[in-house]
Nanobody, 127 residues
Framework: QVQLVESGGGSVQAGGSLRLSCVDS????????MGWFRKAPGKEREFVAG????????DYTDSVKGRFTISRDKTKNTVFLQMTSLRPEDTAFYYC????????????????????WGQGTQVTVSS
């Protein structure tokens, strides 16, 4: 059972910013790559960003490159997603998850590869 808690969502206007947090309260995933995913209304859940266990490597889906930044604070067992220049099409529930591997190169980008999900945090961007 994944024990990750997402927070930081909200409602913003287009062009605004939000920072999402994902807390691994038990420190279970400190040696795993972590990812952010999102599910928009009427759409499939999709990969947004990933970060290696060390924080040295990241990966992004094309639509968020240059606007979103994923990072992690290993002292706080927390992964962040800084979102800037938000667009209405970014509206979705955002979820984090832990991969079985340590690197972004190896981590699963297909949401179907993950067994369980947390509550997520909702992001709404108005035009």
């Amino acid at each position: 059972q994944v024990q990750l808690v997402e927070s930081g969502g909200g409602s913003v206007q287009a062009g605004g910013s939000l920072r999402l947090s994902c807390v691994d309260s038990g420190g279970t995933f400190a040696d795993k790559a972590m990812g952010w995913f999102r599910k928009a209304p009427g759409k499939e859940r999709e990969f947004v960003a990933g970060i290696s266990w060390s924080g040295d490597s990241t990966d992004y889906t094309d639509s968020v490159k240059g606007r979103f930044t994923i990072s992690r604070d290993k002292t706080k067992n927390t992964v962040f997603l800084q979102m800037t220049s938000l667009r209405p099409e970014d509206t979705a529930f955002y979820y984090c998850n832990a991969d079985r591997w340590a690197t972004v190169q190896a981590m699963a980008k297909d949401p179907d590869d993950y067994d369980s999900w947390g509550q997520g945090t909702q992001v709404t961007v108005s035009s």
